[in-house]
């Protein structure tokens, strides 16, 4: 970056403005594990700070790389082309809480936890539930369109995303949608921004929607000798006419993970696991759960347990959650993905990733949402031999072809970002990247916005 174009942000921002090599630094990685320092980072603390951003970037033609907390797996917020890091955690106040029209108005950098938190209080849930929830910020899940376990049954977050206010590519800021649940003039601008991984706008404010919370939740595990058997009892659930809030699948590799850190008694021939959980009325869900377990038994479960208080939810929710940490016991490094299949094609996926990971000679650990047809793919890398990178690299081209070809999708919850824009083409073909880039035009001209992403082919800033 010129001298002239630091200058001019460091009289804006003071010392907000940070450019130590140990700040770059931090700002340099995201959960990808891939490093790009950038030129400068910028701690913003409301929309017309944003704005001056983007305008001095248009002015002196540097890249601008919205961040929320860095923990993506895609690559999405890291500075390729370096430039400026725009850092939205100070703006991380929750400006309102309308219970009686069930909507949260937010500013990007509020940590998704601390939102489900506050609305809780007054009876109230925001259902989108990324793992990252601890950490990761609100703007992040919307530029990402975050999914979570309990999309299953409530959807993902562009579903509870009513309005926004962000700052294009031009500076220029627009206000997008409506505080109401019906509102159908003009375009659809609200669900261009989300999902669009801060290459169209940087989001400065959020209106989100509100549900009554759940009033009783209630939590199974179910067993199984194989992942078809799982697979099927998923179809069997669907076909009872019950939604389950959340429906986990992990597969004898991800089960194996998670008995090497923590002690866990299973049937003997255990090679899958089905973790259910139901929510709403107290006295339907008795009833509801009733019906899963014995979907599941129907379809040859070796043991279906039921948790019976808080505790117990608890120690069985542990099975999934202790996975991710695991990982770390089997290899350093892994490619995550999380490719979506039709549920019907469930075990088709299963068996494929089985005989992908016999045929490569690599570790594949799989587990996900099975409710939603999401599967995360975990190519585990042990050393540094380039022969195993290569052949990771292959297993990863080949799971994508596979779920395009079952009629799924490359990413359900990641996004493209850098890791999948070499095969965005194989699923939205050449027009869909043609009309993306168009609308990439007319929202960003100058390319100020995270470039790099998404269509890795683009020069960062036009000139």
């Not at 001056?52 to 919205?66: E, K, M």
């Not at 990007?108 to 910020?137: C, M, N, Q, W």
């Amino acid at each position: 970056m010129e001298s002239a174009a630091l200058a001019d942000l460091g009289e804006l921002l003071g010392d907000r403005l940070q450019t130590s090599l140990e700040t770059r630094t931090c700002y340099s990685f995201d959960a990808t594990r891939k490093k790009f320092l950038p030129d400068a980072v910028a701690f913003p603390v409301d929309a017309e700070e944003v704005q001056r951003i983007v305008q001095l970037a248009n002015r002196h033609r540097f890249p601008v790389v919205p961040r929320g907390a860095g923990s993506g797996f895609s690559g999405g917020s890291l500075p390729v082309r370096g430039g400026v890091v725009l850092s939205t955690e100070r703006m991380d106040r929750i400006l309102a809480i309308d219970g009686e029209n069930l909507y949260a108005v937010v500013e990007p950098g509020v940590v998704t936890e601390t939102l489900k938190e506050e609305v809780r209080k007054i009876g109230l849930f925001y259902p989108p539930d990324p793992a990252s929830l601890k950490f990761s910020t609100l703007g992040g899940n919307i530029a990402e369109c975050a999914g979570g376990m309990c999309a299953v049954k409530y959807g993902v977050t562009r579903d509870y995303v009513l309005a926004l206010e962000a700052v294009l590519g031009t500076g220029e800021l627009v206000r997008t949608g409506v505080a109401t649940m019906k509102g159908v003039v003009g375009y659809d601008l609200t669900r261009m921004l989300v999902g669009s991984e801060g290459t169209l706008g940087v989001i400065t404010r959020a209106t989100l929607r509100l549900v009554p919370h759940p009033e009783s939740f209630t939590t199974l595990l179910a067993l199984f000798s194989g992942n078809r058997q799982a697979a099927e009892a998923v179809n069997a659930i669907v076909a009872a006419r019950v939604t389950p809030s959340a429906m986990e699948l992990m597969d004898r590799t991800a089960i194996d993970c998670v008995r090497s850190m923590i002690p866990v008694e299973l049937p003997e021939g255990t090679r899958s696991a089905l973790l259910i959980e139901v929510d709403g009325a107290e006295a339907a869900v008795g009833r509801e759960a009733d019906l899963l377990a014995e979907a599941c038994r129907s379809r040859g479960a070796l043991e279906v347990r039921r948790a019976s208080d808080e505790r117990g939810r608890d120690e069985l929710w542990k099975l999934r959650r202790s996975i991710s940490p695991a990982l770390r016991r089997v290899a350093p490094v892994k490619m995550n993905e999380d490719i979506v299949v039709p549920r019907s094609r469930l075990a088709d996926m299963f068996d494929f990733l089985s005989g992908l990971a016999a045929r490569k000679k690599v570790t594949i650990v799989n587990f996900g949402h099975a409710g939603d047809g999401n599967i995360h793919v975990n190519i585990m890398i042990p050393g540094t031999d380039a022969d195993e990178y290569r052949r990771a690299e292959e297993a990863v081209e080949e799971v994508f072809r596979a779920a395009v070809e079952m009629g799924g999708t490359i990413s359900g919850e990641h996004g493209v970002g850098i890791v999948k824009a070499p095969f965005m083409e194989m699923e939205v073909g050449p027009m869909g990247v043609s009309v993306m880039k168009r609308l990439k035009e007319c929202f960003d001209p100058n390319g100020i916005l995270n470039p790099g992403k998404i269509f890795p082919e683009e020069s960062a800033v036009r000139r």
